[in-house]
């Protein structure tokens, strides 16, 4: 859209702008009422026209014209008209933010789906004509990665617990540390996963501290008890006075007593990212060591594949878990599958993850590589008149429920427009044509460049343009 930055006086004709009536019978008209019908374009026409005196008003600029206006008003109803869900650029800072679809998937993924959409070899042997398993394609792959003798993946991390309770405790106790018996954001209880799967729920210990012992009495107290459940406080931490039992010591404990211990990961790192500053994550490389039976972690999340639920360990664990009736019920489709697999091929050497997995990458970044770009998209909107942007330190996150405390120094723009609020710009900025999602922060909006990607600048400086403009 052209800027108008002539002053134009209260008589001056620049200031008049057409009637609804006369632009829906401009020519022009004719074929945007076509497509989307007349009284949607009379429709939108009226918003376009009031957003025009608004700015004519703030800015003193002259009416845009009849073509300008209708041109405006048909890029609106394309807006509606398409998928409500489409892509959007995550200027959040949260890195796994589960209302943006948590991992952006890596280009391998991407074409790995694309391949498979059509018909596809997803349970049928190529070779012998017969029929084959769809787990055959993960379970190897998933074994190079971590370790693990044998594993399932279903639909999700909260399906996974609940295949995992229902095979293996339905009908009998399950042991759980009060510390753990924690809330995932979209309704995910602990407590009720385990009533769902059949199984009945032995709280011991404090909220704050559990000991071996306390696990030993609930044994003796259940001895019909076959599961402890161990599960990762993904979302928040209890921090001073606590102590919980090591991994090793009670994957001991348990197959001391011929139980088995089952651990829920949640985030499921599969690479060490201590050497990058992220520290409290646990493997799950290191819990298969330590000795637990069956470890449960999700694929969208610092796995950085597509929603999964994988389930890791013992492989006749594995075989009864894949004979349950819920493990159809909870299956993996095509598409999630061959992005899982293709992603999990990033992990195998000689690629580097943190190089290919898109979510590794960027919980991994530098700060200088992130302040570069916050550098590169100023320079972007150098020429825009009546918006300040300003490169701040911030923080971002890792989201999806891992390391919660885990604070990654950022860098972000901080927008302020002259004319408009901050709320109304973060609004502009989510609902144009490419929608850019930011957060509010001291009435300037912040666009943390941890979580753009250097392609998409030009993108965000053009919806800036249109948003304040
Ligand atoms: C995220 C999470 C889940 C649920 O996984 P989804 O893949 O979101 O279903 C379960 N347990 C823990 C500890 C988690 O962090």
Redesign the pocket.
């Known amino acids: 859209m052209p800027r108008h930055t002539a002053k134009a006086e209260p008589d001056d004709p620049r200031r008049r702008l057409p009637a609804v009536g006369v632009l829906c019978s401009d020519p022009r008209a004719q074929a945007i009422s076509a497509a989307f019908g007349a009284a949607a374009l009379a429709e939108s026409l009226r918003v376009v026209l009031a957003d025009a005196r608004g700015r004519m008003m703030a800015e003193g600029s002259a009416a845009p014209d009849a073509a300008a206006l209708l041109d405006t008003a048909e890029r609106r109803l394309g807006l509606k008209a398409r998928e409500t869900l489409h892509s959007v650029i995550n200027a959040t800072g949260v890195v796994i933010h589960?209302n943006l679809g948590r991992a952006p998937l890596a280009p391998e993924a991407r074409t790995a789906m694309d391949v498979v959409a059509s018909y596809a070899n997803l349970e049928f042997d190529l070779d012998s004509g017969r029929r084959a398993s769809r787990h055959d394609h993960l379970d190897g792959l998933i074994g190079d990665v971590t370790g693990a003798e044998g594993a399932l993946v279903v639909n999700?991390?909260?399906?996974?617990?609940l295949l995992a309770l229902a095979t293996l405790a339905a009908g009998s106790p399950v042991i759980v540390s009060r510390g753990e018996l924690?809330e995932?954001?979209?309704g995910?209880r602990?407590p009720d996963i385990v009533a769902q799967s059949g199984a009945r729920l032995v709280e011991i210990g404090a909220t704050n501290r559990t000991h071996l012992k306390d696990y030993e009495a609930a044994a003796r107290a259940h001895p019909e008890a076959r599961v402890i459940l161990r599960?990762?406080?993904?979302?928040f931490r209890i921090t001073g006075f606590t102590s919980a039992p090591s991994v090793r010591d009670l994957a001991t404990f348990a197959h001391a007593r011929g139980m088995l211990l089952v651990e829920?990961?949640?985030?499921g790192a599969l690479v060490d990212l201590t050497p990058y500053g992220i520290a409290d994550e646990p493997m799950v490389q290191d819990s298969l060591r330590a000795g637990v039976d069956l470890v449960?972690f999700?694929?969208?999340?610092l796995l950085g594949g597509p929603?999964?639920?994988v389930i890791a360990g013992r492989r006749d664990l594995i075989d009864a878990l894949s004979g349950h009736p819920l493990a159809r019920a909870l299956r993996l489709d095509k598409l999630s599958l061959a992005a899982l697999a293709a992603t999990l091929r990033l992990y195998r050497p000689p690629a580097n993850p943190i190089e290919r997995v898109p979510v590794l990458r960027i919980l991994t970044q530098s700060v200088e590589v992130i302040a570069r770009r916050a550098a590169a998209l100023r320079t972007l909107l150098a020429t825009l008149e009546g918006v300040e942007a300003e490169i701040v330190e911030t923080n971002s996150y890792a989201g999806?429920?891992?390391m919660p405390m885990h604070a990654l120094p950022s860098r972000a723009l901080a927008l302020n427009s002259r004319g408009l609020s901050a709320e109304s710009l973060a609004q502009r900025l989510r609902t144009g044509e490419t929608a850019v999602v930011g957060r509010i922060e001291r009435n300037a909006v912040l666009l943390d460049m941890r979580t753009v990607d250097d392609a998409e600048l030009p993108a965000v400086a053009a919806a800036i343009r249109r948003s304040t403009h």
């Open positions: 589960t999700n991390g909260a399906g996974a617990v924690i995932i954001g979209g995910f602990v599960t990762h406080p993904s979302n829920d990961l949640g985030g449960i999700s694929g969208d999340k929603q999964a639920g999806g429920g891992a």
